[in-house]
């Protein structure tokens, strides 16, 4: 399957757009050309291999790192040129994130809303993410899954209109986990676009209304996770699974291959 | 203006949180403090005793020779060159010298009972005391041998020693060490400090977290460094008053401005050694390579700049060198003012020293700062 670019049948409703997105380190081509867009209201998942270009894609549209070519833009406004302004308007969960061991959530959330001029009400924020009741405690005696909420709050603190989640829950318990899901979709009916990076087929087949697979830098396939499988389906592969039922995790195998990344 | 100010006071909540930061910023100090009072390192070098030879003779000479160890080359006393009575007795108010002696006229000559006056500093007691031991024993053994006294002239108590006690500046080595140690934790404290926050910080990605807001580096740098300062300052003035109530030691005597006047030298100090800290963690990858790359700076300083180890003991052509040092500057200012009770307007070599330094270290800390 073939890159398949957008065309929005409204596309004022286009939030995050990317045209022909390059980027190398030294040697290493880390994005190789990637154009895709992100609706409001949508969640658009990015899926590949470690090393595939997920994260560098997503720190270039945060304002994290310099792009070599191509554009990118964020309502419209160039994230390279006004990266600070860019930076306002969007919600940012990082793969490592953290915060400052010895500051309460209260404060944590506080503190960020200054850093983002708002004057958003820190127990409101926490309540959203289901931990006003940890207000008072510090982030360091948080669990995993706390820790990943309090980012979702940080993160919601400046009214994003686009919000970017890398991994966001990798390394949480199954419980933790399907209470992110529903904290995401949240999300979603708020009309936010929301773009995510996963390991877990499963997660983006439940969350996102659409994925882009990514190996070595380019999109091998974009669209929803549903056409993905037919159209695998369509040309008679067969399932992992003893019951011959076929999922994302198929399309994904058979599209980035079954060697090792090391 | 309300980032800089959140930053500030969510850096003073954690710093105070952190209980186990706060022990060490001020145990360890006074942990040295303390021990190197004890230990009494000055003991061990001769004391500082003016001459004045009146008496100009064979037998003054040989005396003189002999305290300052021109025969075997081990000097019993540090003599200062002014041979001057008026400039040496000013030179113990000033708690420069610990005493001085005058060889009375006719000293050593047949039949004479020549006194030997030694003025020396109230405060410097245990080295007069050790001044006096060292003068009997030389007048009693060494130099009744090699004097040119004729043996029928020879009598008990020919010459005796008469201690005439004044006050004087002197602090002895307590002086020396006490604004030595808080030069020295003010180093320590906003170098390590900064390292360690800074290379932590990164790790766990929250340096990056900070950089997807719209903030810039000054933003987090300012309350950070404003912060340290203020650290500082308490941290020094309660290693003062250690210095004051346990190790007995005057701070800046008879000049209270000192504890005001200080605060710009902690300030200035400080923060050099704060953006030195911010360089290094720059460098430095990890906390693993971040200590002994911080301890590599700070380690020479410490022996070097005149903290604990006087410079009177270290070779000539090391001491010109470590006069240069950032802690020499630090050191020799605060001493200056804590010591001797001058004031922070007189220390303008070490100012501009200070200054120079902190510009080269922020010029590299602005160079290496990185937010992952």
């Avoid at chain 1, 309090?150 to 603190?157: G, N, T």
């Avoid at chain 2, 005493?99 to 030694?118: A, C, K, Q, R």
Wanted: proline share 4%; net charge negative; aromatic share 8%.
């Amino acid at each position: 399957m073939s890159t398949q670019p957008d065309t929005p049948s409204h596309s004022n409703d286009i939030v995050i757009q990317v045209r022909d997105l390059r980027k190398s380190y030294d040697d290493l081509v880390a994005v190789d050309g990637i154009s895709f867009t992100v609706h409001h209201g949508e969640i658009f998942g990015m899926l590949g291999p470690n090393g595939a270009g997920k994260t560098t894609t997503v720190e270039i549209l945060e304002g994290l790192r310099d792009l070599d070519s191509g554009e990118a833009y964020i309502n419209g406004l160039d994230v390279t040129k006004y990266s600070k302004r860019v930076k306002g308007m969007i919600g940012v969960q990082l793969q490592q994130n953290a915060f400052f061991d010895n500051l309460n959530l209260r404060e944590t959330v506080q503190l960020f809303a200054t850093l983002y001029d708002s004057d958003v009400d820190a127990e409101e924020v926490l309540a959203k993410v289901d931990l006003a009741n940890r207000a008072k405690s510090q982030y360091k005696h948080l669990s995993g899954g706390q820790k990943q909420r309090l980012s979702i709050a940080v993160a919601l603190v400046n009214d994003p209109v686009a919000m970017f989640l890398d991994e966001p829950t990798t390394g949480l318990d199954p419980q933790a986990r399907r209470n992110m899901w529903d904290l995401i979709d949240g999300l979603r009916s708020e009309g936010m676009a929301i773009m995510l990076t996963t390991h877990y087929m499963e997660e983006a087949e439940v969350l996102c209304d659409r994925v882009a697979v990514i190996d070595h830098g380019n999109i091998v396939a974009n669209d929803t996770p549903q056409a993905l499988i037919d159209e695998l389906k369509s040309r008679g592969a067969e399932s992992v699974r003893k019951d011959g039922v076929l999922t994302l995790e198929d399309v994904f195998i058979d599209l980035t291959g079954r060697s090792l990344v090391e | 203006m309300r980032i800089y100010q959140a930053f500030i006071i969510a850096e003073l909540k954690m710093f105070l949180r952190d209980r186990a930061a706060l022990f060490w910023t001020l145990a360890f100090p006074t942990v040295m403090m303390v021990v190197f009072g004890l230990f009494n390192f000055g003991g061990f070098e001769p004391p500082e005793i003016g001459i004045v030879d009146n008496a100009n003779n064979n037998a003054s000479k040989v005396l003189v020779s002999v305290l300052k160890g021109e025969f075997d080359g081990e000097p019993l006393f540090n003599v200062p060159e002014s041979e001057d009575e008026d400039t040496l007795r000013a030179e113990i108010l000033e708690g420069d010298i610990t005493g001085v002696m005058v060889i009375p006229e006719g000293f050593g000559e047949p039949g004479s009972n020549s006194v030997i006056d030694l003025t020396y500093d109230g405060r410097g007691a245990q080295e007069a005391e050790a001044a006096r031991t060292i003068l009997a024993q030389v007048l009693d053994g060494v130099f009744k041998t090699v004097a040119d006294v004729p043996p029928e002239y020879r009598v008990e108590n020919w010459a005796t020693v008469s201690l005439t006690e004044v006050a004087g500046r002197g602090q002895g080595y307590k002086g020396f060490v006490v604004p030595g140690i808080v030069s020295l934790s003010i180093m320590q404290s906003a170098l390590f400090g900064l390292v360690f926050t800074l290379v932590r910080l990164r790790n766990q990605g929250v340096l990056k977290r900070l950089h997807a807001t719209p903030i810039n580096p000054r933003h987090y740098l300012a309350g950070l460094l404003f912060t340290r300062m203020l650290l500082l300052i308490m941290q020094t003035y309660v290693l003062l008053l250690v210095g004051i109530f346990v190790s007995g030691v005057e701070v800046s005597p008879g000049y209270a401005m000192f504890w005001l006047e200080v605060i710009p030298l902690i300030i200035l100090g400080g923060f050099g050694f704060a953006a030195l800290g911010l360089a290094v963690s720059g460098i430095a990858k990890t906390e693993n390579t971040a200590a002994p790359l911080a301890n590599i700076i700070t380690l020479p300083m410490m022996f070097l700049s005149g903290v604990f180890i006087p410079h009177s003991v270290i070779p000539d052509w090391v001491v010109a060198i470590a006069r240069w040092l950032p802690l020499t500057f630090l050191a020799d200012a605060m001493r200056a003012m804590v010591n001797s009770g001058e004031s922070l307007v007189v220390q303008g070599a070490s100012l501009l020293g200070l200054l120079v330094w902190a510009g080269i270290a922020f010029a590299l800390a602005v160079k290496a700062f990185r937010w992952e």
